[in-house]
Nanobody, 122 residues
Framework: QVQLVESGGGLVQAGGSLRLSCAAS????????MAWHRQAPGKEREFVAA????????NYADSVKGRFTISRDNAKNTVYLQMDSLRPEDTAVYYC???????????????WGQGTQVTVSS
C-alpha cells in the first residue's frame, strides 16, 4: 500500500510561482509513474502532468505546457510540480497519484493523495 502526502499549496498572486511536493511511502517509489491532477470547484478532476517510472518521460495538459514542470527525486521518494506564471484559472485542489510500472500517459492510477489547495488571486 502506497501513501502519498502532498504539500506546498497556498495563496499566490497571478504571475507568481509555487512548487508542490508529493512524498511517497509504503512502496518502491522508483517503480511508479507519478502524476498530478487537479479539481476546481464545480468541475471534474483533470490531468495536469505525469512522469514515467523508468524513462522519466513527461506529459502535460495543454493548459499548463510551458508553465509547469514535473520532476522526481527517487532518492527522496518525492515528486514535484513547479508551477510558474500562475493564473487564476489554475486555482484548484491538486492531487498526487501513482501507478506501478506506468507511463507518462496513464489513464488510471492506483493510489491518490489527499490533495493540497492552490489559490491564485487576480
Amino acid at each position: 500500500q502506497v501513501q502519498l502526502v502532498e504539500s506546498g499549496g497556498g495563496l499566490v498572486q497571478a504571475g507568481g510561482s509555487l512548487r508542490l511536493s508529493c512524498a511517497a511511502s509504503g512502496g518502491t517509489f522508483s517503480r511508479y509513474a507519478m502524476a498530478w491532477h487537479r479539481q476546481a470547484p464545480g468541475k471534474e478532476r483533470e490531468f495536469v502532468a505525469a512522469i514515467s517510472w523508468i524513462s522519466r518521460s513527461t506529459n502535460y495538459a495543454d493548459s499548463v505546457k510551458g508553465r509547469f514542470t514535473i520532476s522526481r527525486d527517487n532518492a527522496k521518494n518525492t515528486v514535484y510540480l513547479q508551477m510558474d506564471s500562475l493564473r487564476p484559472e489554475d486555482t484548484a485542489v491538486y492531487y498526487c497519484a501513482a501507478a506501478q510500472y506506468g507511463t507518462a500517459f496513464q489513464h488510471s492510477y492506483e493510489y491518490w493523495g489527499q490533495g493540497t489547495q492552490v489559490t491564485v488571486s487576480s
